[in-house]
């Protein structure tokens, strides 16, 4: 799409107001609404905006900031009817200083520049995201609950699944933005649901996993329902993850595919699940950014919490699916719905280049299950831990220069900031559990 065609499909489809849209530190989307008198401007990247506002971006007395619309993302938005006022329309735009530069503190950025690295080494990234979410009950006043609308679990079908038809009326909105599904389904836990959507290249699907956000829960909410993307919502049950199917392809052939190996997995395969295995702790707080999402990252709930990789096995951190050819691929775990997608991907894939760059094997393959292992075993066999809470992963990134590396000064010092911020009132606060526990005993 180029600018001649956007301003086209606006007319065409009598859109009035436009959503130019970006993505702060911590993944949480932006936007600037203008009239559709303004669009042309705004696709020239003459429109500004007060960067000093936005969640890690830059200081107050460097705050102009330009908006630069990505032509590719526009796209009609199908929840806001056709009324008298007209329709709107969003494009997802790159952050650029005053000075016509990049900014290095987008998230959009951080990931185009990995992508960039990887091009250079004649590797293009395609992904295929597994987000899972939960909807709950409102209540009288509008305000989200912990009650779901059903009790069903895997693969229930109604009326046992009651959130059939919100997630029937999910599937088409998507549609009509663009996404091919590839399936739709109850998940474990009561009130949880996955919608998985068909894989293309990273940075797309980074965008995608950003509309899909916004899109469930704008559907859920015409439902009576809340959706979340909270990691761990209800304690006893089980958590939402967001798998991630990685595959790096070379001039349209997929290379983790090696038909002359028995397992049919390519050396550049093997030492991408290298990389990341080596570099996954410190990966970690960016993948799994919140307090919240240590509490899916427990055993018991078939959440990834050992660092070890499997062809069949869904305990360890990576493992790969069956299929080989062009669909060769390995899915990473510990992705939650909560993380910024571009940078997600972006350390995920500099920390994969690094395994190739440096021929990092990884250990053996483990098949059984390892959550039934003993700890002397799995020090046998060499498997480590995820970080066990939001401050030991930040401490573990912290430490990992390749992945700061990845994330550059600007975004590192920021998010650590934001994080550090975040867990220490956390810690600070007095829980419900600490006073049942505590109070009469002491």
């Known amino acids: 799409m180029d600018k001649e065609y956007i301003i086209k499909k606006c007319k065409e489809e009598n859109v009035k107001f436009i959503r130019l849209q970006f993505t702060d530190i911590v993944g949480v989307f932006k936007a600037i609404s203008i009239t559709v008198d303004q669009l042309e401007k705004a696709l020239d990247g003459e429109l500004m905006f007060d960067g000093s506002s936005i969640e890690g971006f830059v200081r107050i007395e460097e705050s102009d900031m330009y908006l630069k619309p990505d032509p590719d993302t526009f796209t009609v938005l199908p929840w806001n009817s056709l009324t008298s006022a007209g329709k709107t329309a969003r494009i997802i735009c790159d952050i650029y200083n005053y000075d016509d530069t990049p900014f290095e503190g987008s998230p959009r950025y951080i990931l185009q520049k990995t992508l960039r ?53 999910m599937v088409e909105v998507l549609q009509t933005l663009g996404f091919e599904i590839e399936a739709a389904h109850h998940e474990v836990a009561p009130g949880q649901h996955e919608i998985d959507f068909k894989y293309t290249d990273a940075l797309k699907t980074a965008d995608n996993i950003m509309t899909f956000r ?50 049919g997995l390519s050396d550049t395969c093997r030492y991408f699940i290298g990389g990341v295995l080596k570099r996954a702790r410190a990966i970690c707080a960016i993948t799994n950014p919140t307090v919240n999402s240590y509490k899916r990252l427990v055993p018991g709930y078939e959440a ?57 094997a990884p250990p053996e393959p483990v098949e059984q299950n390892i959550y039934e292992m003993d700890l002397a075993t799995r020090k046998q066999q060499g498997i480590s831990s995820l970080p066990e809470n939001l ?47 505590y109070l009469a005993k002491f």
């Not at 704008?218 to 595959?247: D, E, R, W, Y």
């Not at 069956?322 to 940078?343: H, K």
């Not at 990134?397 to 220490?424: C, N, P, T």
Request: glycine residues 8%.
């Open 117 to 169: 690295e990887a091009a250079e080494m004649g590797y293009t990234m395609q992904v295929g995201p597994e987000p899972e979410f939960f909807l709950f009950n409102l209540d009288e006043n509008g305000q989200p609950t912990l009650k779901t609308n059903d009790k069903a679990s895997y693969f229930d079908l109604p009326p046992v699944d009651k959130g059939e038809e919100a997630r029937r009326d």
């Open 214 to 263: 916004v899109a469930i829960r704008i559907v859920a909410q015409n439902h009576g329902l809340h959706a979340t993307f909270m990691p761990k919502p209800v304690f006893g049950i089980a958590g939402s993850g967001m798998h991630m199917h990685c595959s790096l392809f070379r001039d349209g052939e997929n290379i983790f595919y090696d038909d002359s190996r028995e397992d």
């Open 304 to 360: 990834p919490v050992y660092i070890a990789w499997s062809y069949k096995n869904r305990s360890p951190l990576i493992r790969i699916p069956a299929r080989r050819g062009i669909g060769t691929r390995i899915e990473v775990r510990n992705p939650d719905p909560s993380c910024n997608p571009y940078l997600g991907l972006a350390v995920i894939l500099k920390a994969g280049l690094h395994g190739i760059k440096n021929q990092i």
């Open 391 to 437: 401050y030991e992963a930040l401490d573990e990134l912290s430490k990992d220069e390749i992945i700061k590396e990845a994330l550059g000064q600007h975004v590192y010092s920021r998010f650590v900031a934001a994080k550090m911020k975040e867990w220490e009132n956390y810690s600070s606060r007095v829980y419900d559990w600490e006073i049942e526990e």
